[in-house]
């Protein structure tokens, strides 16, 4: 019987959820079949097995947060195995995570639990940015020595990484105003947005909608006790034009090919305290106005309160941003990468012919010609001028 | 410029000392008609006559108490303990009374004594002739502490310290009594009290001394070759920390050397000194260099104190870390 | 003034009634305020405190013997003695009670008196380790051609020391214009004097060449007349000298001694053995001193003593920045640091 932890999942991560179990126990493995799926903030590993034999017992149910070092699967073996360092992974696992390696959350950067490395390294690493679990320690125990993180940077610099640019250098002092290292939510969006706008070839296209008949319909509704948003309209006017212009429902992907879904998530970005969160309505073609209208206030409560879980951050497939309730009557949303499209929905405008609102549509020029996107919001703006139409 | 041993420089500032203030006087065992033992006090009695210069009874708690009387007094005593080793009996006089004083009588008393004794090995002393137990004064806030490293730093050192108006432990490293000769200006001057010296510049490590140890360092340095800073603490008690920090902030690495035994030696207190302010500039632990944590031996001395081999070790440790 | 008007009475060749009149005054104020101190102790309004009462004779005798140029390098039961010469009674009230006017800044516990400008020393508790110090102190009269000569003062248990050893021997051999003053009050805290030593402390000088006189000190003639010896002694040959005043401690070591512990008070307060009462009987005797002003003098001492502790204890504590001040002449860096972080 051998015991199987968690291993440091190559980010500094003290902990991952546990997506999907690819074993139960009783399973028989074979040596490096996937067993389990794990996702840290936004990062999914698939963890191999590394040995061969009989799932005795697993630790964690799908849901459950496990701890990196603590017991994951019991593998009943017939031969006695020995223990692989736990920084194996497969080469496509180490690929991938190493693409992602520089997207971490607050904690891996300052909490490096495990890391060994002089106090002067890991003041340089926070300054550049750098995650030191990216870094080989040659020295005793895996410390990383100075002339290891130096080499590191020399590698950077030569390199030309497909991942966030980071500062290569420190910036200089600011000499009027303050200076702040960006951190956590802060950074994800920053590295996100980046990323976002510098792959993707974006253009929008807008159109003006008449909402008189949609305000009208939601004080019915109001009246009949149904408290119903903006958004979920939205959503419900957008799943049904994606439904007719699948192109907007897509991904490109980074091998020049793109995926067109045949399943429906759309994320509301929502404003909290620490920054824009993406919240997803998983299957929303599948969901009536009010399990909508509920849905989305939940997500976007909790996500204010920073209660949202893993799963309901990630895996959407087109985005809703609406900041009309703040103010704006027009913007140029960025999409929410690796999509390929995302409707802005903006103010509503008192004029004196009716009430009116604009929409924008940013879209992925890569896939979406100006034509298709243009009947796309189009398609929208009709469902909204004749809400009625959402019904059928 | 004419060139002096320590010896030699001492006798000079004790001279100088004499002949300038009238109320100075020098009080111990065999310092008077014999010269002292090392010869340090050689010639005064002769030219300043018995009441200035005592031969006292073989009583430390007697010389070093009754020179605090002394010096609470008026008088500008300088007492010899004949070794460090010996300086036990005397240890409640100095830190209950002579660190004490000005504070419990809220300045009415004060105690401007200066104690003047050889430490360290190297003269094949064993156990009771070779100790360093500078810990055992640094850590006693009232007292200055101090000790040079060559003949120039120690006539000026004396002459400064006979200006204190506070307690003054003065450290002789005997093993350099003779061993090194400096140019040492005629006539009165002074090295300024809580400030060290930096011996040698560079850029890749620190290297903090001070006393006997200090030959030692600079033979590594010089001979290897070292791109380093090599600090001769010279007053211990106040400890110059802003060369230190300045130095460490700039190399990054510390290594520190001295004969006194490693636990509680004086390495430990700068290395808490050196993490409080600059952590952060590290690459390395800070690292030490000792005398062992044993009395020290007769045979085997070479083996016991520092030697540059195994100062070269614990440089390159921190080099290549 | 005496009471038989005319010419004053001699005593001894040397005192007149009046002397004699304010040496019981002062002796009565002194056990006064000892008592009160003691109260105070136990009221919670003073810390500690180190009885003198049994030591007001060979105190008042000495003061009565003291140039202005003597300096005593006393020690914690000389309260009378530094009534005699003039200490101000609030300065000792401010030392008692640790407020922000004594002049040591309640750095110290009571009774660690601090009075140089009265001629006097600065107490520290390890018994006899001043006594080097007042040969010390000799040496710088000397040397500086000063006047006066130096009293170092201490208890039976002090002779046990290497400080004492020391300083004897030093002063022998240096030829010092000191009186070493033994106040033998028969017990060192808990040890009777029989187990402290075994030589007759008066003969302990000779070991170091040094002469040695012993008397009665619960009799204010038989106080007198010794330490005229000695002090005369010192005076002309400039030598030292050891003089032994047999008292009794009557009350405990200190406010953190119970004495019913080991042993039986053998003269207890206000008794008939009690120096203070023989010293008055005698003077009653010698027509010095009526009842009247013996009460007088009494309640006189107790009103007196009780209005100024009680203006005394208005003083405020010593702010706590004076923690950290003194130490040396001027502050190093460390006490700097710890200072603007800590207080």
């Given at each position: 019987m051998v015991t199987f932890k968690l291993p440091d999942i190559g980010e500094g991560i003290q902990e991952g959820e546990i997506v999907k179990w690819y074993v139960q126990e009783g399973d028989y493995v074979k040596k490096n079949d996937v067993i389990v799926e794990i996702m840290t903030d936004k990062v999914t590993v698939q963890i191999p097995s590394p040995y061969e034999g009989k799932v005795a017992k697993i630790y964690y149910k799908t849901g459950e947060i496990a701890k990196v070092g603590t017991p994951l699967v019991d593998f009943s073996t017939s031969d006695s195995v020995q223990e692989p360092p736990s920084k194996e992974l497969e080469p496509s696992q180490q690929k991938e995570t190493k693409e992602i390696k520089e997207v971490v959350s607050e904690k891996s950067i300052i909490d490096y639990g495990k890391i060994l490395a002089s106090p002067a390294i890991r003041k340089r690493a926070r300054e550049l940015g750098i995650n030191l679990s990216s870094i080989q320690g040659t020295g005793e125990n895996g410390r990383i020595t100075t002339e290891d993180f130096n080499n590191y940077i020399n590698q950077l610099k030569q390199k030309k990484v497909e991942t966030?640019?980071?500062?290569?250098?420190?910036?200089?002092?600011?000499?009027?105003?303050?200076?702040?290292e960006m951190h956590g939510l802060r950074r994800l969006i920053s590295e996100k947005m980046t990323k976002s706008k510098q792959t993707i070839p974006h253009f929008t296209v807008?159109?003006?909608?008449?909402?008189?008949?949609?305000?009208?319909?939601?004080?019915?509704?109001?009246?009949?006790?149904?408290?119903?948003?903006?958004?979920?309209?939205?959503?419900?006017?957008?799943?049904?034009?994606?439904?007719?212009?699948?192109?907007?429902?897509?991904?490109?992907?980074?091998?020049?090919?793109?995926?067109?879904?045949?399943?429906?998530?759309?994320?509301?970005?929502?404003?909290?305290?620490?920054?824009?969160?993406?919240?997803?309505?998983?299957?929303?073609?599948?969901?009536?106005?009010?399990?909508?209208?509920?849905?989305?206030?939940?997500?976007?409560?909790?996500?204010?309160?920073n209660k949202l879980k893993l799963d309901e951050v990630k895996d959407?497939?087109?985005?809703?941003?609406?900041?009309?309730?703040?103010?704006?009557?027009?913007?140029?949303?960025?999409?929410?990468?690796?999509?390929?499209?995302?409707?802005?929905?903006?103010?509503?405008?008192?004029?004196?012919?009716?009430?009116?609102?604009?929409?924008?549509?940013?879209?992925?020029?890569?896939?979406?010609?100006?034509?298709?996107?243009?009947?796309?919001?189009?398609?929208?703006?009709?469902?909204?001028?004749?809400?009625?139409?959402?019904?059928? | 410029m004419r060139q002096l041993n320590m010896v030699q420089a001492l006798n000079e500032a004790l001279d100088i000392i004499l002949g300038s203030d009238p109320y100075s006087l020098l009080l111990g065992e065999d310092i008077g008609r014999d010269g002292g033992v090392f010869r340090v006090t050689d010639g005064l009695l002769?030219?300043?006559?018995?009441?200035?210069?005592?031969?006292?009874?073989?009583?430390?708690?007697?010389?070093?108490?009754?020179?605090?009387?002394?010096?609470?007094?008026?008088?500008?005593?300088?007492?010899?303990?004949?070794?460090?080793?010996?300086?036990?009996?005397?240890?409640?006089?100095?830190?209950?009374?002579?660190?004490?004083?000005?504070?419990?009588?809220?300045?009415?008393?004060?105690?401007?004594v200066i104690i003047r004794?050889?430490?360290?090995?190297?003269?094949?002393?064993?156990?009771?002739?070779?100790?360093?137990?500078?810990?055992?004064?640094?850590?006693?806030?009232?007292?200055?502490?101090?000790t040079p490293s060559n003949p120039y730093d120690?006539?000026?050192?004396?002459?400064?310290?006979?200006?204190?108006?506070?307690?003054?432990?003065?450290?002789?490293?005997?093993?350099?009594?003779?061993?090194?000769?400096?140019?040492?200006?005629?006539?009165?001057?002074?090295?300024?009290?809580?400030?060290?010296?930096?011996?040698?510049?560079?850029?890749?490590?620190?290297i903090i001394t001070y006393g006997s140890m200090v030959p030692t360092v600079l033979n590594v340095v010089d001979r290897n070759k070292l791109d380093a800073d090599v600090i001769d603490l010279i007053t211990l008690l106040p400890m110059d920390v802003d060369t230190i920090i300045s130095s460490v902030k700039k190399t990054g690495r510390v290594v520190i050397v001295h004969e006194a035994p490693r636990t509680l030696g004086l390495g430990a207190e700068i290395s808490a000194l050196i993490s409080e302010r600059a952590i952060e500039y590290l690459y390395a632990p800070i690292l030490r260099v000792t005398g062992f944590d044993t009395p020290f031996p007769y045979a085997n001395e070479e083996h016991y104190l520092p030697d540059e081999e195994r100062i070269m070790k614990y440089v390159k440790k921190s080099l290549e870390y | 003034m005496g009471i038989h008007g005319g010419g004053t009475l001699k005593f001894l060749n040397r005192f007149d009634e009046n002397e004699l009149l304010n040496a019981y005054r002062v002796a009565v104020y002194s056990r006064t305020l000892d008592n009160r101190i003691m109260n105070a102790q136990r009221q919670g309004i003073v810390g500690f405190h180190t009885p003198s009462a049994g030591h007001e004779i060979p105190q008042v005798a000495m003061g009565m013997l003291l140039e202005k140029d003597d300096i005593v390098i006393?020690?914690?039961?000389?309260?009378?003695?530094?009534?005699?010469?003039?200490?101000?009674?609030?300065?000792?009230?401010?030392?008692?009670?640790?407020?922000?006017?004594?002049?040591?800044?309640?750095?110290?516990?009571?009774?660690?008196?601090?009075?140089?400008?009265?001629?006097?020393?600065?107490?520290?508790?390890?018994v006899a380790m001043h006594l080097p110090f007042a040969v010390g102190a000799a040496y710088a009269k000397i040397m500086k051609k000063e006047e006066g000569i130096v009293l170092a003062n201490t208890g039976?248990?002090?002779?046990?020391?290497?400080?004492?050893?020391?300083?004897?021997?030093?002063?022998?051999?240096?030829?010092?214009?000191?009186?070493?003053?033994?106040?033998?009050?028969?017990?060192?805290?808990?040890?009777?004097?029989?187990?402290?030593?075994?030589?007759?402390?008066?003969?302990?000088?000779?070991?170091?060449?040094?002469?040695?006189?012993?008397?009665?000190?619960?009799?204010?003639?038989?106080?007198?007349?010794?330490?005229?010896?000695?002090?005369?002694?010192?005076?002309?040959?400039?030598?030292?000298?050891?003089?032994?005043?047999?008292?009794?401690?009557?009350?405990?070591?200190?406010?953190?001694?119970?004495?019913?512990?080991?042993?039986?008070?053998?003269?207890v307060q206000g008794s008939s053995d009690d120096p203070i009462v023989r010293f008055r009987d005698k003077l009653k005797s010698l027509g010095i001193l009526t009842d009247e002003l013996d009460n007088e003098i009494r309640k006189w001492a107790v009103d007196d003593i009780e209005k100024k502790l009680e203006d005394r204890m208005k003083i405020p504590p010593p702010p706590k920045e004076t923690i950290i001040s003194d130490v040396y002449e001027n502050p190093t860096w460390i006490q700097e640091e710890e200072r603007r972080e800590w207080l």
């Open positions: 966030v640019p980071t500062a290569t250098t420190v910036q200089p002092t600011v000499t009027r105003g303050r200076r702040f807008a159109e003006e909608v008449n909402v008189t008949a949609l305000l009208e319909l939601r004080e019915n509704l109001k009246k009949s006790n149904y408290n119903i948003s903006f958004t979920p309209f939205f959503v419900l006017a957008s799943v049904k034009a994606l439904k007719e212009f699948p192109y907007l429902n897509a991904r490109c992907l980074e091998d020049g090919s793109y995926e067109i879904l045949d399943y429906y998530n759309i994320g509301i970005a929502v404003d909290t305290p620490d920054g824009l969160t993406v919240a997803v309505v998983k299957e929303a073609d599948k969901k009536s106005l009010s399990q909508l209208a509920s849905e989305i206030s939940d997500l976007a409560e909790r996500a204010r309160n959407s497939t087109f985005t809703v941003t609406n900041v009309g309730s703040i103010g704006g009557i027009f913007s140029t949303p960025i999409i929410n990468y690796p999509e390929v499209a995302i409707l802005g929905v903006h103010r509503v405008r008192d004029e004196p012919h009716g009430k009116f609102m604009y929409i924008t549509l940013s879209a992925d020029h890569r896939l979406i010609d100006g034509a298709m996107a243009a009947r796309f919001i189009v398609r929208i703006k009709n469902y909204l001028e004749n809400p009625i139409t959402l019904l059928v | 002769q030219k300043y006559g018995k009441e200035r210069v005592i031969d006292t009874p073989l009583n430390e708690l007697g010389i070093v108490g009754t020179a605090i009387g002394m010096a609470a007094y008026g008088l500008r005593p300088i007492a010899e303990i004949q070794f460090q080793d010996f300086i036990f009996p005397a240890f409640d006089q100095i830190v209950n009374q002579a660190a004490k004083i000005r504070y419990r009588s809220g300045g009415k008393f004060n105690a401007p004794t050889p430490y360290g090995g190297g003269i094949r002393g064993g156990l009771y002739h070779s100790q360093s137990g500078e810990s055992y004064f640094v850590h006693t806030a009232g007292l200055y502490v101090l120690a006539k000026g050192l004396l002459l400064a310290a006979h200006k204190l108006n506070d307690p003054v432990i003065f450290l002789e490293p005997k093993r350099l009594y003779r061993s090194v000769k400096s140019d040492v200006p005629e006539g009165e001057y002074n090295i300024p009290i809580g400030k060290a010296k930096k011996l040698r510049e560079g850029e890749e490590i620190t | 006393n020690y914690y039961r000389d309260l009378t003695l530094l009534l005699f010469r003039g200490v101000p009674v609030e300065s000792l009230l401010d030392h008692f009670l640790a407020n922000s006017k004594d002049s040591s800044h309640g750095r110290n516990m009571p009774d660690h008196y601090n009075y140089r400008e009265y001629g006097f020393y600065s107490v520290q508790s390890p039976d248990g002090g002779t046990s020391t290497g400080d004492f050893h020391a300083a004897l021997n030093f002063a022998s051999v240096w030829k010092m214009p000191i009186v070493f003053v033994i106040e033998n009050n028969g017990y060192a805290i808990s040890l009777p004097t029989s187990e402290q030593t075994k030589a007759p402390i008066e003969k302990k000088g000779e070991a170091y060449g040094i002469p040695g006189i012993s008397f009665d000190g619960n009799d204010i003639f038989s106080a007198l007349e010794g330490f005229m010896k000695a002090f005369e002694y010192v005076r002309t040959q400039k030598s030292p000298i050891l003089v032994e005043a047999r008292i009794y401690r009557i009350g405990p070591h200190s406010t953190s001694d119970d004495p019913k512990k080991y042993r039986k008070d053998e003269i």
